[in-house]
C-alpha cells in the first residue's frame, strides 16, 4: 500500500466520525473532506501521521507562503497585514505558526530562515485563508489558533463549500455526484468554476502537471476504495 494510501485511511479513521456527524443533510461526503484534505495539507500530514500525536499534527497543518505578485487577496505582504487592527498579533501568529511547520518540513523551514517578513496563509488540515482574519470578518480563527480543533477547522471548510457550491452553479442542489463535488472544490481553491474546462482548473501543482480538480477527483475516488 502507498503512503498517499495509508494516509487516506489514517485520516478516515482519525476523523470520519466528526465528518460523518457534521455533513449529515449536506451534498459534501467523507470522501471530499478527505479528498480536500489530502489535495490541501498532505504535504505536511503525509509525513507526521505515523509518527506524531494527531492533536500535533493539526497545529502544524499550516502553509501557503506566496506573497505578492503572486497572491492578490489581502494580506498580500507583510506591510498589509500590519494595516489591520489585529495586524501585528497576526503577523506574530502567522510567522511563529511558519517556524512550528518548519521544524517538520524542510521546505517550510528553508523558507522561514530566508526571509523573516513571511509567514503561513492557511491555517488547519483544509486551509482556511488568512485573508478571513480581516478585522470584522473573523479574526477570532486565527487570534484564538482554532486550528488546533478539527471539528473548528472542518466548520469553516464545510461553510466555504457552501458559498463554492453557489459559485459553481450548483446552488440549491441536495446531492452531487462525485464529479459535481470535484467541481465545488474548484470553485473553493479557484474562487470560480469554468464548466467548459472541466477538471483541469485550480491551482496547478508542478511536480505532477495537474490541476486542482483532478487532483481533488483522484483522491476522491481512491477514498472511496479505502
Known amino acids: 500500500m502507498s503512503k498517499l494510501a495509508d494516509g487516506i485511511r489514517w485520516f478516515k479513521q482519525s476523523f470520519s466520525t466528526q465528518i460523518n456527524a457534521a455533513v449529515v443533510q449536506k451534498p459534501f461526503g467523507l470522501d471530499l473532506m478527505t479528498a480536500l484534505a489530502t489535495q490541501e495539507t498532505f504535504e505536511v500530514w503525509g509525513n507526521l501521521f505515523t509518527t506524531i500525536p494527531v492533536a500535533t499534527i493539526l497545529e502544524v497543518c499550516v502553509g501557503d507562503t506566496i506573497d505578492a505578485p503572486g497572491r492578490t487577496a489581502f494580506p498580500t505582504t507583510k506591510s498589509n497585514l500590519l494595516t ?38 492557511g491555517f488547519g488540515i483544509f486551509q482556511y485563508d488568512i485573508q478571513f482574519s480581516r478585522h470584522g470578518v ?17 466548520e469553516k ?40 474546462r ?29
Not at 440549491?172 to 467541481?183: H, V
Open 84 to 121: 489591520d487592527p489585529n495586524g501585528q498579533q497576526l503577523f506574530a501568529i502567522a510567522r511563529s505558526a511558519l517556524e512550528a511547520v518548519g521544524e517538520y518540513n524542510a521546505t517550510y523551514h528553508k523558507v522561514a530562515m530566508a526571509n523573516a517578513d513571511k509567514f503561513c496563509h
Open 198 to 226: 472541466g477538471l483541469k482548473q485550480g491551482f496547478k501543482d508542478r511536480s505532477s502537471g495537474k490541476y486542482y480538480g483532478e487532483l481533488i477527483f483522484e483522491y476522491l475516488n481512491l477514498s472511496k476504495s479505502i
Open 157 to 196: 471548510a464545510l461553510s466555504e463549500l457552501a458559498d463554492a457550491q453557489t459559485r459553481a452553479g450548483f446552488g440549491g442542489k441536495a446531492s452531487l455526484s462525485d464529479l459535481e463535488q470535484a467541481y465545488v472544490a474548484i470553485a473553493y481553491n479557484a474562487g470560480s468554476f469554468n464548466p467548459s
Open 138 to 154: 473573523d479574526p477570532d480563527f486565527f487570534l484564538n489558533k482554532k486550528w488546533f480543533q478539527f471539528d473548528q477547522s472542518l
